[in-house]
């Protein structure tokens, strides 16, 4: 193995391995509000709102990300989008925006059986106390049972990142230049593949690690006053 390369070729990685970060952000994000509505719809008494978040979350649960990134991108991909610099990286918002949309989608059916368990965690006497209290049902879950939800799913949310973080590699089949797609740019410049590979693992491996270590610490802090 020889990793002379690096000094040269470091850039594709650190600018790659931004991309990713940014994207896995994005993801969560937006996958946790999808998360959070679909959660509430699967709870709704409305028999049609029910069925169609049991749709929405055992159609992407049931089929493959990959297959949902190559449809999503066929049907949503534009090459009149523009492109911008990371770095030495150039984006393209055509692939860039798709791929977003489908892992984000993908994201939220996981999160929100996730969110689900988490509201079904919180004990019934909350919800029967603020209702004796003549609070309505939907302040009840606003103000009292949601925010207890996300304290009991916050290291759900973190495993969802370090997920996300992992399978945005898959972007790279339509064209994303994230550390993935980087890493393939290098093994074509330099037609060595083990060593690049191996790096690049490793750099998945020490992010992941990090952002595990700050999630936990994340997680401890908002359970402080909690604790049983």
Not at 9 to 37: E, H, K, Q, R
Not at 79 to 95: A, E, H, N, W
Not at 185 to 199: A, D, I, K
């Amino acid at each position: 193995m020889n990793f002379d390369f690096l000094p040269k070729y470091l850039p594709y990685f650190n600018d790659g391995m931004l991309v990713t970060i940014l994207i896995s952000a994005f993801v969560v994000l937006i996958g946790t509000l999808l998360g959070i509505v679909t959660a509430l719809g699967k709870l709704s008494k409305v028999a049609p709102v029910r069925w169609l978040a049991n749709i929405y979350i055992e159609l992407f649960r049931g089929t493959p990300m990959l297959v949902q990134i190559m449809l999503g991108f066929a049907l949503l991909g534009n090459s009149s989008f523009p492109t911008f610099q990371v770095g030495i990286l150039q984006q393209d918002l055509g692939r860039l925006l798709p791929g977003i949309l489908v892992l984000a989608l993908n994201s939220g059916a996981y999160m929100a059986e996730i969110v689900r368990a988490g509201i079904e965690a919180v004990p019934a006497g909350q919800r029967e106390a603020a209702y004796s209290l003549g609070i309505r049902p939907t302040q009840t879950m606003l103000t009292v049972i949601l925010p207890q939800a996300i304290r009991n799913i916050l290291p759900a949310v973190g495993n969802e990142f370090v997920t996300i973080i992992k399978d945005s590699s898959l972007l790279y089949t339509i064209g994303v230049m994230e550390v993935f797609n980087g890493a393939q740019t290098v093994v074509n410049l330099t037609y060595q593949t083990v060593s690049p590979m191996l790096f690049v693992a490793f750099y998945y491996f020490v992010v992941t690690f990090v952002v595990s270590r700050l999630l936990s610490l994340l997680e401890k802090k908002f359970g402080k006053g909690y604790a049983k």
